[in-house]
């Protein structure tokens, strides 16, 4: 192993352990704004939540990612305090 091998291995360590994806070297705060997925899979259909949740005013929303089962194809967010979002039944 080569010094340039242990020093990207190193910062893909790095980011994997500081929430972000070591494979495709996205930093945590490069993630995805709508579905919170990293650059290796398509974000083609992300649609980002909203800077407030227009049934009750809150500015924060969970991310969730498409369920594997195929039940939702798609990356949903919810709003904390509703539960309005891409995932409301």
Known sequence: MTALD??????????????GCGHCD???DELCAACGSCRCA???????P??????????TFELDHAAADGSRPFP??????????????
């Open 26 to 28: 996205t930093e945590p």
């Open 42 to 48: 398509r974000h083609d259909t992300c649609t980002p």
């Open 50 to 59: 909203p800077n407030e949740c227009p049934e009750c005013g809150t500015t």
């Open 76 to 89: 949903a967010w919810m709003c904390t305090g509703c539960r309005w979002g891409t995932a409301a039944e």
């Open 6 to 19: 242990r020093i990207l291995l190193a910062d893909s360590l790095r980011i994997a352990i500081t929430g």
